[in-house]
Structure formats: structure tokens, C-alpha cells
């Protein structure tokens, strides 16, 4: 986060001498409050000193850095492209609008961004980990890996590269690798929402459902709102007989995102323990249509199939293609 100066008034007029006071103040205020996450203050102040200097690339800036943490993405992006329009040389505002293109799916456009910011940036383990990120983003897992260990090689201790290289590594299956870093990043941070959760699958895998659903409480007392935590402990709750403690966290999903495909799967998996299995299989059939790769789903397929006295060779065969370790 750059500093501004309150600059001299020179060859300015009062009013935009004063407007520039004002709005650097502000500034700095939004500066003191962003610093202690107090956000709400921070965006204040921010859109203070950008009414006062609609010119200040740093405020824009700071201020999308606020609403892409409040996930009002759209209005992050429109900060971000209007810090690099009043400021080509603004290097922070063109990661961070990177950044931005790649969670909103425009990989190819972050990645050319990334390419070009590369030699201002290639001693920065946050440039290599946004690189990683967005590698990943595209299923380029090796490219993925690389830029990642990068960015741990320059900050051995960077919490969140090491989760994302677990992550990379629990997509394809070498779980004693992931067990290794994200235990490393865990030691280092034990309340890090995203290595609890990568670190819980793994146990789920292993059907280890009580280790992984001590994991998943402290994720989702830590961010209560993370409807991949929430999904994983209606699902090991769910599969260690504890229905109505699935259930109960299934609503709250529900109210969340009830179209997300794990949420979904997870409404598939209650009416299944209720009896219900044809209303069961076609919450699945539907959810295979458009998002095969969710977790286990041929897995339930399976057991769906079976129920209704069906074969369930063909999804028990993807299932095995897929690795899924709980056939």
C-alpha cells in the first residue's frame, strides 16, 4: 500500500488546494482504519477522499481492495481499472486488477497482466502465489506447483502458498504430500479457514469423519459464512450417522447458495437416509449433468442405483476413474 503526501498547493487554486488537503487526510484516515480491518470506516473514508479528488488512483484502489473482500466484486473491479486508468505506472493497482480477473474466471487476461508485471515483481512470493493461483484456476497443476514453491522458497512461512500447493496436491491425489504442507501451514497459523478445511478432507477420505469434523468446527468458528466448510460438515456428519447435526448445518447452506453442486449433492444425501431414493437419484442425475466433478457423487450414483435394484457398474467404473477413494 503506497503513501500519499499532503503535496504544496503551488499553482493551484484554493479550492483545489483545498479539496487536495482534504482528500489525503481522508486518506490517511481510511489508511489507519483499513489497517485494523475495520473496513466499514476504512470505505468511508476512502469514497471521502475520492469525492474530495476524484484523481487519487490510491484511494480507488484501496477501496476495491475492501470490496473485494466484502466479495462485491464488481464494484472491486470497477476501483481497480480506474486506479490503472488515472495511474499506468501503478503496479499494486495492475496485481491487484490481476487478482481480480482471475477470481472472476478471466484467467487469460490475469495471466497476461501476471506475465507483464513479472519483472517488477519477481523477487514478490504474493506475485508467485497470485501466478500459482491462477494456474490453477486453469487445471495447469504443474505450472500450478512450480510458481507455487516459488513463492515458499521466498517466504518459507507464506501460510496461504502452502495451502494452495496442498491443494494441488490433494487434486491429484498425493495425499501425503498435502498432509505434509498444509500440517506446516497449520503449525504456523491454526485458524487458517482453507488449510483446516483441505486438511479435513483428507481425513474424509481415510472416512476418518471425527478427526476431519474437529478440523471443520474451528474452520467454521473462525468464518461461520464458508459454505465450502459448511458443506463438508453436513456431509461427514451425514456419513458419521449424525443426520439431524447435518441437517441443521444443511439449512444454514441452503441459505447461503441452494444452487451450489454441494449443496445440492448434500439435499441428494438427506432424502437418500430418509428413504427417499428415486427423489435422491434424480437430485444426482441432474447434478452429473452439470457438474460432474463434484466429491463423491458417483459414489452416491452407486449407491443410489443399487437401492432401486438398478446396476451400478458404469458410475462404480467412473467412480475408480476418478479416484474416488471411498469405492
Known amino acids: 500500500m503506497r503513501i500519499v503526501l499532503i503535496v504544496f498547493c503551488i499553482l493551484l487554486t484554493n479550492v483545489s488546494c483545498k479539496n487536495r488537503k482534504e482528500s489525503a487526510e481522508f486518506f490517511t484516515r481510511g489508511n489507519f482504519h483499513f489497517k485494523k480491518k475495520e473496513f466499514d470506516k476504512a470505505e468511508h473514508f476512502f469514497s471521502e477522499a475520492i469525492k474530495k479528488d476524484p484523481e487519487l488512483a490510491d484511494a480507488y484502489n484501496n477501496r476495491g481492495l475492501i470490496y473485494l473482500q466484502w466479495g462485491r466484486l464488481e464494484e472491486a473491479g470497477d476501483d481497480f481499472k480506474k486506479a490503472v486508468e488515472l495511474d499506468r505506472t501503478f503496479t499494486d493497482a495492475h496485481f491487484n486488477l490481476a487478482k481480480w480477473y482471475s477470481e472472476?474466471?478471466?484467467?487469460?487476461?490475469?495471466?497476461?497482466?501476471?506475465?507483464?508485471?513479472?519483472?517488477?515483481?519477481?523477487?514478490?512470493?504474493?506475485?508467485?502465489?497470485?501466478?500459482?493461483?491462477?494456474?490453477?484456476?486453469?487445471?495447469?497443476?504443474?505450472?500450478?506447483?512450480?510458481?507455487?514453491?516459488?513463492?515458499?522458497?521466498?517466504?518459507?512461512?507464506?501460510?496461504?502458498?502452502?495451502?494452495?500447493?496442498?491443494?494441488?496436491?490433494?487434486?491429484?491425489?498425493?495425499?501425503?504430500?498435502?498432509?505434509?504442507?498444509?500440517?506446516?501451514?497449520?503449525?504456523?497459523?491454526?485458524?487458517?479457514?482453507?488449510?483446516?478445511?483441505?486438511?479435513?478432507v483428507l481425513y474424509g477420505r481415510k472416512r476418518e469423519f471425527e478427526k476431519g469434523l474437529e478440523l471443520l468446527h474451528k474452520a467454521e468458528k473462525k468464518d461461520p459464512q464458508a459454505l465450502f466448510v459448511l458443506n463438508n460438515l453436513v456431509l461427514f456428519n451425514i456419513e458419521s450417522g449424525k443426520a439431524i447435526e447435518g441437517e441443521n448445518i444443511q439449512r444454514r447452506a441452503e441459505v447461503l447458495d441452494e444452487e451450489d453442486p454441494y449443496v445440492k449433492r448434500n439435499a441428494g444425501l438427506i432424502l437418500f437416509q430418509k428413504g427417499l431414493y428415486a427423489e435422491a437419484m434424480k437430485v444426482w442425475e441432474e447434478i452429473e449433468r452439470t457438474h460432474p466433478e463434484v466429491d463423491y457423487l458417483y459414489y452416491f450414483l452407486s449407491k443410489g442405483a443399487v437401492k432401486l435394484g438398478q446396476s451400478a457398474d458404469k458410475y462404480i467404473k467412473m467412480a475408480q476413474s476418478l479416484k474416488d477413494p471411498w469405492i
Open 104 to 200: 472472476t474466471g478471466n484467467t487469460e487476461k490475469a495471466q497476461s497482466l501476471l506475465d507483464g508485471l513479472q519483472s517488477k515483481l519477481d523477487t514478490s512470493s504474493s506475485y508467485w502465489n497470485a501466478v500459482g493461483q491462477n494456474y490453477i484456476l486453469q487445471n495447469k497443476f504443474q505450472e500450478g506447483e512450480e510458481r507455487l514453491k516459488k513463492a515458499i522458497e521466498l517466504s518459507p512461512q507464506y501460510v496461504e502458498a502452502l495451502t494452495n500447493l496442498g491443494y494441488v496436491y490433494l487434486v491429484q491425489y498425493r495425499d501425503k504430500e498435502a498432509e505434509v504442507v498444509l500440517d506446516k501451514a497449520l503449525a504456523m497459523q491454526p485458524d487458517f479457514v482453507y488449510a483446516l478445511n483441505n486438511r479435513a
